[in-house]
């Protein structure tokens, strides 16, 4: 089992930044690949960015590339979103989660998400 645990999100105004964390514990060893998932009111759930614990490799949602960075410190086994630029429509619950093999799906373990409000 891996545990997954946000925190870091909160009411910010158009154009401002946040920093999401994940803290990762348990059987981090059998996930390779960490990601951010987001969901907004009346929407499905949708990919945002994810990396592997080793080399650190990333990937991001098209919506976010030059806008959120993604990182991860092996050795807090915690995964930060930073969030610049912010637009209305990032409004979401955001969710980390950890995976093995696949950038986009097959996530096996899921946090329990935290709300990011940006007002225009």
């Known amino acids: 089992q891996v545990q997954l645990v946000e925190s870091g999100g909160g009411l910010v105004q158009a154009g401002g930044s946040l920093r999401l964390s994940c803290a990762a514990s348990?059987?981090?060893?059998?996930?390779?690949?960490m990601g951010w998932f987001r969901q907004a009111p009346g929407k499905e759930r949708e990919f945002v960015a994810a990396i592997t614990w080793s080399p650190g490799n990333t990937r991001y949602a098209y919506s976010v590339k030059g806008r959120f960075t993604i990182s991860r410190d092996n050795a807090k086994t915690t995964v930060y979103l930073q969030m610049n630029s912010l637009k209305p429509e990032d409004t979401a619950v955001y969710y980390c989660?950890?995976?093995?093999?696949?950038?986009?799906?097959?996530?096996?373990?899921w946090g329990q998400g935290t709300q990011v409000t940006v007002s225009s």
């Open positions: 989660a950890a995976g093995r093999g696949s950038w986009y799906s097959g996530y096996d373990y």
């Open positions: 348990g059987r981090t060893a059998s996930s390779d690949i």
